[in-house]
């Protein structure tokens, strides 16, 4: 059975520079999963990034929807993998705009 999860990240960088940041940050998203991740693949759509990873021979669906000052992830976790949307629910909820947002194009 599927596990939807739904957090929302406001910030006040407005629409295109969490976009930016978003999609230089993306990568980061599998060291944040349990077991790690086998690939991540992003598409964006407008404002909407459509992100597929594979984790723990499973394939997760996501959708990242950046608005000027709300980014709000919206996650499919499939079968047995819904055991951990807690977890990774409150870690998106602590860590998301610290993994999603944080600008490294000063480091």
Do not use: Y
């Not at 976790?77 to 909820?93: K, N, T, V, Y």
């Amino acid at each position: 059975m599927n596990q939807p999860i739904s957090v929302d990240l406001p910030h006040s960088l407005g629409k295109d520079e969490a976009r930016r940041r978003i999609a230089n940050n993306i990568h980061k998203l599998k060291d944040h999963l349990p077991g790690g991740a086998s690939h991540t693949n992003a598409t964006w759509e407008g404002d909407e990034m459509r992100l597929n990873v594979g984790a723990m021979g499973q394939s997760i669906d996501a959708r990242i929807l950046v608005q000027e000052k709300v980014v709000t992830c919206r996650i499919v976790l499939p079968g047995l993998l819904g055991m951990f949307s807690g977890p990774i629910e409150a870690m998106l909820r602590s860590k998301g705009s610290d993994v999603l947002l944080e600008d490294h194009s000063k480091s």
